[in-house]
Protein backbone atom coordinates (compact mmCIF):
# COMPACT_ATOMS: atom_id res chain seq x y z
CA UNK A 1 0.00 0.00 0.00
CA UNK A 2 1.29 3.42 -0.92
CA UNK A 3 0.89 5.97 1.72
CA UNK A 4 1.36 9.25 0.25
CA UNK A 5 1.81 12.96 2.48
CA UNK A 6 0.80 16.09 0.75
CA UNK A 7 1.98 19.28 2.43
CA UNK A 8 -0.56 22.56 1.89
CA UNK A 9 0.78 25.65 1.84
CA UNK A 10 -1.56 28.52 1.91
CA UNK A 11 -0.54 31.85 0.38
CA UNK A 12 -2.43 35.32 1.02
CA UNK A 13 -1.74 37.63 -2.16
CA UNK A 14 -2.06 40.22 -0.46
CA UNK A 15 1.14 39.15 2.37
CA UNK A 16 3.43 41.39 0.97
CA UNK A 17 1.42 44.44 1.69
CA UNK A 18 0.56 44.05 5.01
CA UNK A 19 2.74 45.62 7.98
CA UNK A 20 2.43 45.61 11.56
CA UNK A 21 2.58 48.99 12.96
CA UNK A 22 2.11 50.66 16.58
CA UNK A 23 -1.17 52.27 15.97
CA UNK A 24 -4.40 51.24 17.96
CA UNK A 25 -7.71 51.73 17.05
CA UNK A 26 -10.14 53.88 18.56
CA UNK A 27 -12.24 53.18 20.46
CA UNK A 28 -15.31 54.21 22.49
CA UNK A 29 -17.78 53.62 25.41
CA UNK A 30 -19.05 56.84 25.14
CA UNK A 31 -23.12 56.17 25.44
CA UNK A 32 -25.91 59.06 25.16
CA UNK A 33 -29.03 59.64 27.32
CA UNK A 34 -31.66 61.58 25.54
CA UNK A 35 -34.12 63.18 28.39
CA UNK A 36 -36.54 66.25 28.18
CA UNK A 37 -34.24 68.82 29.07
CA UNK A 38 -31.13 67.33 27.46
CA UNK A 39 -28.64 64.79 26.50
CA UNK A 40 -26.64 63.31 28.70
CA UNK A 41 -23.17 61.47 27.73
CA UNK A 42 -21.17 58.93 29.66
CA UNK A 43 -18.06 56.99 29.04
CA UNK A 44 -14.96 57.37 27.70
CA UNK A 45 -13.08 57.61 24.32
CA UNK A 46 -9.78 56.71 23.16
CA UNK A 47 -8.24 58.77 20.71
CA UNK A 48 -4.14 59.11 19.87
CA UNK A 49 -3.17 57.50 23.11
CA UNK A 50 -5.69 59.88 25.07
CA UNK A 51 -9.06 58.73 27.28
CA UNK A 52 -11.05 61.40 26.56
CA UNK A 53 -13.63 61.06 29.84
CA UNK A 54 -17.43 62.45 29.80
CA UNK A 55 -17.67 65.08 32.81
CA UNK A 56 -19.02 68.08 34.39
CA UNK A 57 -18.22 70.64 36.55
CA UNK A 58 -21.18 72.43 38.10
CA UNK A 59 -21.34 75.59 40.52
CA UNK A 60 -22.50 72.89 43.33
CA UNK A 61 -20.48 70.85 46.16
CA UNK A 62 -17.50 71.42 48.12
CA UNK A 63 -15.31 74.30 48.48
CA UNK A 64 -11.84 74.22 46.16
CA UNK A 65 -8.68 75.73 45.30
CA UNK A 66 -6.29 75.54 42.53
CA UNK A 67 -2.80 73.76 43.14
CA UNK A 68 0.51 74.59 41.95
CA UNK A 69 -0.28 72.54 38.62
CA UNK A 70 -3.84 74.35 38.21
CA UNK A 71 -5.22 71.21 38.58
CA UNK A 72 -8.39 71.42 41.20
CA UNK A 73 -8.22 70.60 44.70
CA UNK A 74 -11.09 70.04 46.85
CA UNK A 75 -11.38 71.52 50.41
CA UNK A 76 -10.79 70.15 53.53
CA UNK A 77 -13.18 71.84 55.33
CA UNK A 78 -16.12 74.56 54.35
CA UNK A 79 -14.79 78.89 55.03
CA UNK A 80 -17.39 80.71 57.30
CA UNK A 81 -18.22 84.39 56.12
CA UNK A 82 -17.40 86.99 58.58
CA UNK A 83 -19.01 90.27 58.98
CA UNK A 84 -16.71 92.73 57.61
CA UNK A 85 -17.42 95.23 60.53
CA UNK A 86 -16.30 92.80 63.02
CA UNK A 87 -12.82 92.27 60.85
CA UNK A 88 -12.24 95.99 60.48
CA UNK A 89 -12.23 96.29 63.93
CA UNK A 90 -8.96 94.24 64.53
CA UNK A 91 -7.35 97.32 63.19
CA UNK A 92 -4.33 97.71 65.88
CA UNK A 93 -5.32 94.77 68.52
CA UNK A 94 -3.43 92.11 69.88
CA UNK A 95 -4.55 88.68 69.06
CA UNK A 96 -5.96 88.06 72.87
CA UNK A 97 -7.74 90.85 72.40
CA UNK A 98 -9.91 89.45 69.85
CA UNK A 99 -12.66 87.24 69.87
CA UNK A 100 -11.78 83.47 70.04
CA UNK A 101 -15.13 82.66 67.34
CA UNK A 102 -13.57 85.56 65.49
CA UNK A 103 -10.21 84.28 65.42
CA UNK A 104 -11.36 80.70 64.74
CA UNK A 105 -11.90 81.76 61.12
CA UNK A 106 -8.80 83.55 60.69
CA UNK A 107 -6.38 81.77 57.41
CA UNK A 108 -2.85 81.86 56.86
CA UNK A 109 -1.69 82.61 53.41
CA UNK A 110 0.99 80.82 52.39
CA UNK A 111 4.22 82.12 50.74
CA UNK A 112 4.21 80.76 46.67
CA UNK A 113 6.83 82.74 45.24
CA UNK A 114 8.32 86.22 44.56
CA UNK A 115 5.34 88.58 46.42
CA UNK A 116 2.57 86.49 45.35
CA UNK A 117 1.25 84.61 48.16
CA UNK A 118 -1.35 81.68 48.30
CA UNK A 119 -5.13 82.02 49.98
CA UNK A 120 -6.79 78.08 51.11
CA UNK A 121 -9.69 79.46 49.09
CA UNK A 122 -10.69 81.02 45.62
CA UNK A 123 -12.48 83.91 45.66
CA UNK A 124 -13.96 86.14 43.24
CA UNK A 125 -13.20 89.39 44.08
CA UNK A 126 -10.76 91.37 46.03
CA UNK A 127 -13.59 92.17 48.30
CA UNK A 128 -14.17 88.74 49.67
CA UNK A 129 -10.98 88.67 51.28
CA UNK A 130 -9.46 91.10 54.48
CA UNK A 131 -5.32 91.26 54.56
CA UNK A 132 -3.66 91.29 57.61
CA UNK A 133 0.03 91.23 58.62
CA UNK A 134 0.03 89.85 62.72
CA UNK A 135 3.93 91.00 63.53
CA UNK A 136 5.47 89.34 66.42
CA UNK A 137 3.97 91.09 69.54
CA UNK A 138 0.62 89.46 67.66
CA UNK A 139 -0.69 92.84 66.85
CA UNK A 140 -3.44 93.05 63.80
CA UNK A 141 -2.57 95.45 60.74
CA UNK A 142 -4.31 95.70 57.89
CA UNK A 143 -2.49 95.50 54.58
CA UNK A 144 -3.26 95.99 50.92
CA UNK A 145 -2.79 93.26 48.03
CA UNK A 146 -3.38 92.84 44.29
CA UNK A 147 -6.13 90.40 43.20
CA UNK A 148 -7.07 89.42 39.46
CA UNK A 149 -9.90 86.86 40.40
CA UNK A 150 -11.25 84.30 40.52
CA UNK A 151 -7.86 82.75 42.07
CA UNK A 152 -6.30 81.59 44.97
CA UNK A 153 -3.09 84.08 44.59
CA UNK A 154 -2.44 87.79 45.53
CA UNK A 155 0.55 89.93 45.61
CA UNK A 156 1.56 91.66 48.60
CA UNK A 157 4.42 94.15 48.11
CA UNK A 158 4.20 94.87 52.24
CA UNK A 159 7.25 94.08 53.73
CA UNK A 160 7.28 90.71 55.71
CA UNK A 161 9.53 89.81 58.86
CA UNK A 162 10.57 85.91 59.43
CA UNK A 163 8.61 86.63 62.94
CA UNK A 164 5.92 87.92 61.04
CA UNK A 165 2.92 86.60 58.98
CA UNK A 166 0.57 87.59 56.49
CA UNK A 167 -3.21 86.40 57.32
CA UNK A 168 -6.94 87.03 55.80
CA UNK A 169 -10.66 86.45 56.27
CA UNK A 170 -13.24 85.57 54.17
CA UNK A 171 -15.78 88.12 54.22
CA UNK A 172 -17.65 87.14 51.01
CA UNK A 173 -18.31 83.91 49.22
CA UNK A 174 -15.38 81.39 48.19
CA UNK A 175 -16.32 79.91 44.66
CA UNK A 176 -17.52 76.08 44.61
CA UNK A 177 -17.52 73.59 42.71
CA UNK A 178 -18.65 69.53 41.75
CA UNK A 179 -17.33 67.04 39.61
CA UNK A 180 -19.40 63.91 38.04
CA UNK A 181 -18.75 61.50 35.67
CA UNK A 182 -21.29 62.81 33.22
CA UNK A 183 -21.52 65.25 30.79
CA UNK A 184 -24.54 66.97 30.76
CA UNK A 185 -25.95 69.17 27.92
CA UNK A 186 -28.70 71.13 28.20
CA UNK A 187 -31.48 71.04 25.81
CA UNK A 188 -31.23 75.22 24.79
CA UNK A 189 -27.24 74.10 24.16
CA UNK A 190 -28.73 71.36 21.83
CA UNK A 191 -30.45 73.69 19.81
CA UNK A 192 -27.63 76.07 18.86
CA UNK A 193 -25.44 72.82 17.20
CA UNK A 194 -24.96 73.50 12.99
CA UNK A 195 -25.30 70.66 11.27
CA UNK A 196 -23.47 67.73 10.88
CA UNK A 197 -20.93 66.74 13.17
CA UNK A 198 -19.67 68.65 16.15
CA UNK A 199 -17.06 68.34 18.81
CA UNK A 200 -17.80 69.13 22.31
CA UNK A 201 -15.02 69.96 24.60
CA UNK A 202 -15.89 70.75 28.24
CA UNK A 203 -13.24 72.51 30.24
CA UNK A 204 -13.11 74.71 33.68
CA UNK A 205 -13.61 77.85 32.85
CA UNK A 206 -10.68 80.30 32.98
CA UNK A 207 -10.16 84.04 32.39
CA UNK A 208 -8.00 85.40 29.12
CA UNK A 209 -7.95 88.82 29.41
CA UNK A 210 -5.39 91.00 30.20
CA UNK A 211 -5.77 93.21 33.93
CA UNK A 212 -4.41 96.65 33.39
CA UNK A 213 -4.43 99.09 36.62
CA UNK A 214 -2.48 102.72 35.83
CA UNK A 215 -0.66 103.59 39.36
CA UNK A 216 1.54 106.99 40.31
CA UNK A 217 4.48 105.54 38.52
CA UNK A 218 3.57 102.84 35.90
CA UNK A 219 1.02 100.42 35.67
CA UNK A 220 0.37 96.75 37.37
CA UNK A 221 -0.36 94.18 34.19
CA UNK A 222 -1.40 90.59 35.06
CA UNK A 223 -1.61 88.37 31.72
CA UNK A 224 -3.76 85.34 32.21
CA UNK A 225 -2.10 83.47 29.49
CA UNK A 226 1.95 83.65 28.52
CA UNK A 227 2.23 86.66 26.41
CA UNK A 228 4.93 88.56 24.78
CA UNK A 229 4.61 92.27 26.04
CA UNK A 230 6.60 94.85 23.98
CA UNK A 231 7.48 98.62 24.96
CA UNK A 232 7.96 101.50 22.98
CA UNK A 233 11.06 102.74 24.97
CA UNK A 234 12.94 101.00 27.73
CA UNK A 235 10.94 100.53 30.40
CA UNK A 236 11.44 98.96 34.56
CA UNK A 237 9.86 95.71 35.64
CA UNK A 238 10.47 95.17 39.05
CA UNK A 239 13.45 97.30 38.82
CA UNK A 240 14.86 95.81 35.39
CA UNK A 241 15.17 98.10 32.62
CA UNK A 242 13.70 96.10 29.11
CA UNK A 243 11.83 96.40 25.33
CA UNK A 244 10.32 93.62 26.15
CA UNK A 245 9.52 90.58 28.44
CA UNK A 246 8.10 87.04 27.81
CA UNK A 247 5.44 86.41 30.76
CA UNK A 248 4.42 83.31 32.48
CA UNK A 249 0.43 82.29 32.61
CA UNK A 250 -1.07 84.85 35.37
CA UNK A 251 2.11 86.56 36.34
CA UNK A 252 2.29 89.98 37.39
CA UNK A 253 3.98 92.70 36.20
CA UNK A 254 5.01 95.91 38.25
CA UNK A 255 5.85 98.20 35.24
CA UNK A 256 7.39 101.76 35.73
CA UNK A 257 9.17 104.49 33.26
CA UNK A 258 12.64 103.52 33.07
CA UNK A 259 15.38 106.56 33.51
CA UNK A 260 17.55 105.93 30.58
CA UNK A 261 18.05 108.11 27.88
CA UNK A 262 17.98 106.47 23.97
CA UNK A 263 20.30 107.94 21.03
CA UNK A 264 18.40 110.12 19.22
CA UNK A 265 19.39 108.10 15.92
CA UNK A 266 16.50 104.80 17.68
CA UNK A 267 14.02 108.11 17.78
CA UNK A 268 11.21 105.79 15.38
CA UNK A 269 7.80 108.22 16.21
CA UNK A 270 7.21 111.45 17.54
CA UNK A 271 3.76 112.50 16.04
CA UNK A 272 1.79 111.47 19.55
CA UNK A 273 4.23 112.54 22.21
CA UNK A 274 6.01 114.87 23.91
CA UNK A 275 9.72 114.23 22.94
CA UNK A 276 12.57 116.10 24.42
CA UNK A 277 16.46 116.06 22.81
CA UNK A 278 19.25 117.08 24.51
CA UNK A 279 22.96 116.80 23.57
CA UNK A 280 25.23 114.95 25.39
CA UNK A 281 28.47 117.24 26.16
CA UNK A 282 32.09 115.89 26.40
CA UNK A 283 31.55 116.52 30.24
CA UNK A 284 28.34 114.29 30.57
CA UNK A 285 26.13 117.35 30.79
CA UNK A 286 22.87 117.49 28.86
CA UNK A 287 22.17 120.80 26.99
CA UNK A 288 18.49 121.26 25.82
CA UNK A 289 18.32 121.03 22.05
CA UNK A 290 14.82 120.75 21.25
CA UNK A 291 10.99 119.35 22.53
CA UNK A 292 8.67 118.46 20.01
CA UNK A 293 5.09 118.75 21.23
CA UNK A 294 2.25 117.16 19.55
CA UNK A 295 -1.59 117.75 19.61
CA UNK A 296 -1.98 115.04 22.46
CA UNK A 297 0.98 116.50 24.71
CA UNK A 298 -0.26 120.15 24.36
CA UNK A 299 -2.90 119.41 27.09
CA UNK A 300 0.21 118.50 29.51
CA UNK A 301 1.69 122.53 29.23
CA UNK A 302 -1.87 124.28 29.78
CA UNK A 303 -1.38 127.02 31.96
CA UNK A 304 2.33 127.70 30.77
CA UNK A 305 3.75 130.59 28.96
CA UNK A 306 4.85 128.16 25.58
CA UNK A 307 6.22 130.16 23.07
CA UNK A 308 6.73 127.95 19.88
CA UNK A 309 8.78 128.18 17.57
CA UNK A 310 7.71 128.03 13.87
CA UNK A 311 11.14 128.08 12.09
CA UNK A 312 10.93 125.12 9.43
CA UNK A 313 14.91 124.71 9.94
CA UNK A 314 14.22 123.43 14.11
CA UNK A 315 13.59 119.81 12.99
CA UNK A 316 16.65 119.24 10.22
CA UNK A 317 18.57 117.61 13.07
CA UNK A 318 16.08 114.78 12.27
CA UNK A 319 16.79 114.69 8.92
CA UNK A 320 20.94 114.56 9.86
CA UNK A 321 22.85 111.32 9.66
CA UNK A 322 23.15 108.40 12.09
CA UNK A 323 26.72 109.37 13.05
CA UNK A 324 25.98 112.92 13.66
CA UNK A 325 23.42 111.75 15.68
CA UNK A 326 25.38 109.91 18.24
CA UNK A 327 25.54 112.89 20.56
CA UNK A 328 22.03 113.55 20.83
CA UNK A 329 19.35 112.06 23.09
CA UNK A 330 16.20 111.78 23.94
CA UNK A 331 13.21 110.89 26.38
CA UNK A 332 9.21 110.64 25.79
CA UNK A 333 6.17 111.21 27.97
CA UNK A 334 4.06 108.65 26.81
CA UNK A 335 5.22 105.22 26.57
CA UNK A 336 3.39 102.41 24.69
CA UNK A 337 2.87 98.97 26.47
CA UNK A 338 1.94 96.02 23.56
CA UNK A 339 0.22 93.03 25.15
CA UNK A 340 -1.13 90.55 22.33
CA UNK A 341 -3.18 93.08 20.01
CA UNK A 342 -3.80 95.35 22.88
CA UNK A 343 -1.64 99.39 23.63
CA UNK A 344 -2.03 100.39 26.67
CA UNK A 345 -0.04 103.71 27.46
CA UNK A 346 1.85 104.89 30.75
CA UNK A 347 3.82 107.96 31.70
CA UNK A 348 7.10 109.42 32.30
CA UNK A 349 6.42 112.58 34.12
CA UNK A 350 10.12 113.09 35.43
CA UNK A 351 10.12 113.70 31.32
CA UNK A 352 7.51 116.56 32.05
CA UNK A 353 8.81 117.66 35.05
CA UNK A 354 12.67 118.21 33.98
CA UNK A 355 11.47 119.89 31.13
CA UNK A 356 9.46 122.42 33.13
CA UNK A 357 12.23 122.83 35.48
CA UNK A 358 14.29 123.90 32.80
CA UNK A 359 11.92 125.07 30.51
CA UNK A 360 14.24 129.15 29.87
CA UNK A 361 16.62 126.69 28.56
CA UNK A 362 14.03 125.41 26.07
CA UNK A 363 13.64 128.71 24.11
CA UNK A 364 13.19 128.86 20.53
CA UNK A 365 13.60 125.67 20.85
CA UNK A 366 9.95 124.25 20.89
CA UNK A 367 8.15 122.54 18.23
CA UNK A 368 4.55 122.38 17.68
CA UNK A 369 4.45 118.98 15.38
Not at 214 to 222: E, F, I, K, P, R
Not at 307 to 314: G, L
Not at 335 to 353: M, R
Request: net charge negative; hydrophobic share 35%; proline share 2%.
Amino acid sequence: MISIKYVVKLVNPIAKNLYVTDTLKNESSLKATVNNTGIILSGRYFKDGVYLKASSQLGLGEEYYVNNNEELVLQNSSATSIDVESIFSLQGKLSYEVDPNILANLNILEYDYDIIYKMNHVVETREDVVLFKINSEGRFSIINGVFNGPSHLIKITEPLEPSESFAYFIVGRTMQVASVNDLYIPARDVHKLSEGFNTLKNRLTTKTNIKFLSTSNGALVQTYEESLVKFSYPTEIDGIEVLEYLTYPREYLNITAGSSYVSLEKLQTFTDNLTVVYELKENGVLEPTLCMVSDKAETLLVGYDIVYNTDSDNLALLESDAEFKKKYIFVQYYLDIHIDNKVYTIENKDVLLNFLNNINKFSHKIVKI
